[in-house]
């Protein structure tokens, strides 16, 4: 089955600073590609994805690149806020609306 | 509004006793699952739903049983609860048109 490994475990970052979040995949067939950011207490919700026939998706200040010949995406947050605090979760899926294998997950910390 | 419901939020129960935890949608998704979510495991699948009637396990099924008989419900079943189901569980649906998955608010169980 599918295996995403996801780093770094935790990111601390300053304020305004970029931060980079990167996602390996296993199975050469995955098509779906979503990032998902829980908040402390609450449910994980999808902020950005891109699927495989695109190589890179930008939504204000995220943004995420997909390299399919190395089997890997990343997520890209410009001008960090304190807001963008969280965890982040990359997935990856089969096919349209298939099993999401989830990364482990990575604690971003925004300092001021 | 459309959204995924859980019940309940939290739970406090003892080794044995069997225990349902009940997950509704309104947007006639058709497919449904269950995740735990674990320190530093990230969400791990327990069961999934494709639709009425069909259900599969999912990574880390052992200890639960799910039922799907309406499309909208998807309830969690733990006949014998150990502390090792301690976690925090999230329900999901997604459709089969838009690749988005929503997640429920989350119930936090705990096994003494």
């Known amino acids: 089955g599918e295996n995403v490994e996801q780093h770094p475990s935790t990111l601390s970052v300053q304020e305004g600073d970029s931060a980079v979040i990167k996602c390996t995949y296993s199975d050469s067939a995955s098509n779906y590609f979503p990032w998902y950011k829980q908040e402390l207490g609450k449910r994980p919700q999808l902020i950005i994805d891109i699927r495989s026939n695109v190589g890179e998706k930008k939504d204000q200040r995220i943004a995420v690149t997909l390299n399919k010949t190395a089997k890997h995406f990343s997520l890209h947050i410009t001008e960090t806020q304190p807001e963008d605090s969280a965890v982040y979760f990359c997935?990856?899926?089969?096919?349209?609306?298939?099993?999401?294998?989830f990364g482990a997950g990575t604690q971003v910390v925004v300092t001021p | 509004e459309a959204q995924v419901t859980q019940n309940p939020r939290y739970l406090i129960t003892v080794t044995g006793k069997k225990l349902t935890v009940t997950c509704s949608q309104n947007m006639n998704h058709e497919y449904m699952s269950w995740y735990r979510q674990d320190p530093g495991l990230g969400l791990r699948q327990i069961y999934y739903s494709m639709n009425v009637e069909v259900t599969d396990k999912g990574d880390v099924p052992e200890g639960y049983k799910v039922s799907r008989k309406e499309k909208r419900n998807f309830p969690l079943i733990l006949e014998s609860p150990s502390p090792n189901q301690t976690s925090l569980y999230f329900c999901?649906?997604?459709?089969?048109?838009?690749?988005?998955?929503?997640f429920g608010p989350g119930t936090r169980l705990t096994v003494t």
């Open positions: 999901a649906s997604r459709g089969t048109v838009a690749y988005e998955q929503y």
């Open positions: 997935a990856a899926s089969l096919d349209s609306w298939g099993k999401l294998q």
